[in-house]
Protein backbone atom coordinates (compact mmCIF):
# COMPACT_ATOMS: atom_id res chain seq x y z
CA UNK A 1 0.00 0.00 0.00
CA UNK A 2 1.37 3.10 -0.61
CA UNK A 3 1.53 6.02 1.60
CA UNK A 4 0.01 9.44 1.58
CA UNK A 5 2.95 11.14 0.93
CA UNK A 6 3.48 8.59 -2.26
CA UNK A 7 -0.26 9.48 -3.42
CA UNK A 8 0.03 12.96 -3.27
CA UNK A 9 2.94 12.97 -5.27
CA UNK A 10 1.38 10.93 -8.15
CA UNK A 11 -1.24 13.20 -8.24
CA UNK A 12 0.53 16.14 -7.98
CA UNK A 13 2.17 14.34 -11.49
CA UNK A 14 -0.34 13.70 -12.74
CA UNK A 15 -1.76 17.20 -12.28
CA UNK A 16 1.15 18.68 -13.80
CA UNK A 17 0.91 16.50 -16.84
CA UNK A 18 -2.86 17.75 -16.98
CA UNK A 19 -1.93 21.61 -16.62
CA UNK A 20 1.25 20.62 -19.15
CA UNK A 21 -1.67 19.57 -22.01
CA UNK A 22 -4.27 22.31 -21.09
CA UNK A 23 -2.00 25.38 -21.52
CA UNK A 24 -0.03 24.02 -24.54
CA UNK A 25 -3.83 23.28 -26.41
CA UNK A 26 -4.68 26.92 -25.78
CA UNK A 27 -1.74 27.73 -26.87
CA UNK A 28 -2.35 26.92 -30.46
CA UNK A 29 -5.97 27.49 -30.46
CA UNK A 30 -4.90 31.44 -28.99
CA UNK A 31 -2.78 30.78 -32.49
CA UNK A 32 -5.14 29.84 -34.81
CA UNK A 33 -8.08 32.39 -33.56
CA UNK A 34 -5.36 35.13 -34.11
CA UNK A 35 -4.92 33.76 -38.04
CA UNK A 36 -8.26 34.80 -38.46
CA UNK A 37 -8.06 38.44 -36.72
CA UNK A 38 -4.21 39.00 -38.02
CA UNK A 39 -5.42 42.45 -39.83
CA UNK A 40 -6.55 43.82 -36.12
CA UNK A 41 -3.87 46.01 -34.24
CA UNK A 42 -3.45 44.07 -31.71
CA UNK A 43 -1.92 41.03 -33.36
CA UNK A 44 1.85 42.47 -33.61
CA UNK A 45 4.86 41.25 -33.02
CA UNK A 46 4.89 41.82 -29.60
CA UNK A 47 1.53 39.49 -29.15
CA UNK A 48 3.34 36.54 -31.23
CA UNK A 49 6.04 36.63 -28.73
CA UNK A 50 3.41 35.45 -26.09
CA UNK A 51 3.25 32.15 -28.23
CA UNK A 52 5.91 31.83 -30.02
CA UNK A 53 10.10 31.69 -28.83
CA UNK A 54 12.33 34.53 -30.59
CA UNK A 55 13.82 31.83 -33.31
CA UNK A 56 10.33 29.81 -34.10
CA UNK A 57 10.50 28.52 -37.37
CA UNK A 58 7.30 28.21 -39.74
CA UNK A 59 7.09 26.09 -42.74
CA UNK A 60 3.44 26.40 -44.71
CA UNK A 61 2.79 26.10 -48.40
CA UNK A 62 2.91 29.71 -48.58
CA UNK A 63 6.34 29.90 -47.77
CA UNK A 64 8.93 29.44 -45.06
CA UNK A 65 9.39 32.36 -42.22
CA UNK A 66 11.73 32.35 -39.48
CA UNK A 67 11.91 34.21 -35.99
CA UNK A 68 8.88 35.91 -34.25
CA UNK A 69 10.18 39.21 -35.74
CA UNK A 70 8.11 40.35 -38.81
CA UNK A 71 5.51 37.25 -38.27
CA UNK A 72 2.65 39.84 -37.75
CA UNK A 73 3.32 41.24 -40.92
CA UNK A 74 3.58 37.70 -42.80
CA UNK A 75 0.52 36.87 -41.35
CA UNK A 76 -1.42 40.41 -42.41
CA UNK A 77 -0.18 39.83 -46.11
CA UNK A 78 -1.35 36.20 -45.59
CA UNK A 79 -4.78 37.15 -44.74
CA UNK A 80 -5.07 40.21 -46.82
CA UNK A 81 -5.19 37.74 -49.85
CA UNK A 82 -8.83 36.68 -48.79
CA UNK A 83 -12.17 38.56 -47.74
CA UNK A 84 -12.32 36.20 -44.96
CA UNK A 85 -11.03 33.36 -43.55
CA UNK A 86 -12.50 30.76 -40.74
CA UNK A 87 -9.84 28.02 -39.27
CA UNK A 88 -11.55 25.05 -37.10
CA UNK A 89 -9.10 23.03 -35.36
CA UNK A 90 -9.47 19.99 -33.53
CA UNK A 91 -8.09 16.76 -31.98
CA UNK A 92 -5.13 18.13 -30.29
CA UNK A 93 -2.69 15.35 -29.62
CA UNK A 94 -0.01 16.19 -26.95
CA UNK A 95 2.72 14.18 -26.45
CA UNK A 96 5.03 15.75 -23.25
CA UNK A 97 8.58 14.93 -22.88
CA UNK A 98 9.80 17.10 -19.82
CA UNK A 99 9.86 21.05 -20.65
CA UNK A 100 9.36 19.60 -24.45
CA UNK A 101 6.38 19.09 -26.44
CA UNK A 102 5.35 17.76 -29.45
CA UNK A 103 1.72 18.60 -31.08
CA UNK A 104 -0.35 16.80 -33.56
CA UNK A 105 -3.60 19.00 -34.53
CA UNK A 106 -5.83 18.97 -37.74
CA UNK A 107 -6.92 22.08 -39.41
CA UNK A 108 -9.98 22.96 -41.71
CA UNK A 109 -9.86 26.62 -42.92
CA UNK A 110 -11.77 28.02 -45.46
CA UNK A 111 -11.08 31.00 -47.69
CA UNK A 112 -13.71 33.36 -49.08
CA UNK A 113 -12.57 35.24 -52.05
CA UNK A 114 -12.21 39.17 -52.19
CA UNK A 115 -15.01 41.01 -53.99
CA UNK A 116 -12.23 42.45 -56.57
CA UNK A 117 -8.65 41.74 -57.69
CA UNK A 118 -7.16 37.99 -58.64
CA UNK A 119 -9.45 35.88 -57.69
CA UNK A 120 -13.19 37.44 -58.55
CA UNK A 121 -16.06 37.46 -56.47
CA UNK A 122 -16.29 36.81 -52.65
CA UNK A 123 -17.83 33.91 -51.65
CA UNK A 124 -18.12 32.54 -54.88
CA UNK A 125 -16.90 28.71 -54.59
CA UNK A 126 -14.35 29.14 -51.37
CA UNK A 127 -10.87 27.84 -51.33
CA UNK A 128 -10.96 25.01 -48.37
CA UNK A 129 -7.80 23.57 -46.99
CA UNK A 130 -7.66 20.33 -44.59
CA UNK A 131 -4.48 19.14 -42.69
CA UNK A 132 -2.89 19.12 -40.13
CA UNK A 133 -0.16 20.60 -37.73
CA UNK A 134 3.26 19.29 -36.59
CA UNK A 135 4.38 21.48 -33.25
CA UNK A 136 7.07 21.64 -31.43
CA UNK A 137 6.80 23.61 -27.43
CA UNK A 138 9.42 24.28 -25.41
CA UNK A 139 8.73 25.73 -21.38
CA UNK A 140 10.36 29.01 -21.66
CA UNK A 141 10.34 31.73 -18.47
CA UNK A 142 7.58 32.80 -19.92
CA UNK A 143 5.80 29.90 -19.88
CA UNK A 144 4.90 27.09 -23.00
CA UNK A 145 6.23 28.56 -26.07
CA UNK A 146 6.16 26.78 -29.85
CA UNK A 147 9.53 26.88 -31.13
CA UNK A 148 8.78 24.65 -34.85
CA UNK A 149 5.06 25.30 -36.65
CA UNK A 150 4.78 23.03 -39.81
CA UNK A 151 1.59 22.96 -41.67
CA UNK A 152 1.33 19.97 -44.40
CA UNK A 153 -2.01 20.03 -46.27
CA UNK A 154 -3.82 16.58 -46.83
CA UNK A 155 -6.95 18.25 -49.04
CA UNK A 156 -8.17 21.65 -51.01
CA UNK A 157 -10.71 22.22 -52.53
CA UNK A 158 -12.53 24.77 -54.16
CA UNK A 159 -10.71 27.60 -56.42
CA UNK A 160 -7.36 28.90 -54.92
CA UNK A 161 -6.16 32.22 -56.07
CA UNK A 162 -4.35 32.71 -59.12
CA UNK A 163 -0.63 33.47 -57.44
CA UNK A 164 -1.13 30.14 -55.87
CA UNK A 165 -0.90 27.89 -58.91
CA UNK A 166 2.83 26.22 -57.59
CA UNK A 167 2.12 25.67 -54.51
CA UNK A 168 1.78 21.89 -53.33
CA UNK A 169 -2.12 21.54 -52.77
Given at each position: MS ?22 K???D?Y ?14 A??RT ?10 P?G?H ?6 A ?14 H ?5 L ?5 D??R?R ?8 H?PE ?11 V????Y ?18 H?V ?10 A?L??
Amino acid sequence: MSSTADQVASLRDQLRVLTDRLEIKELFDRYIVALDRADEAEFDDAWYRTVFTQDVRFTFPIGVHKGVEGFAEFQRAAKARWARTHHLCANHLVELEGDQARLRVHQVATHLHLPEGEAGDAGEDPFVVSGYYDVHAVRTHLGWQFDDVSFHVVSAIGRRLPSMADLPF
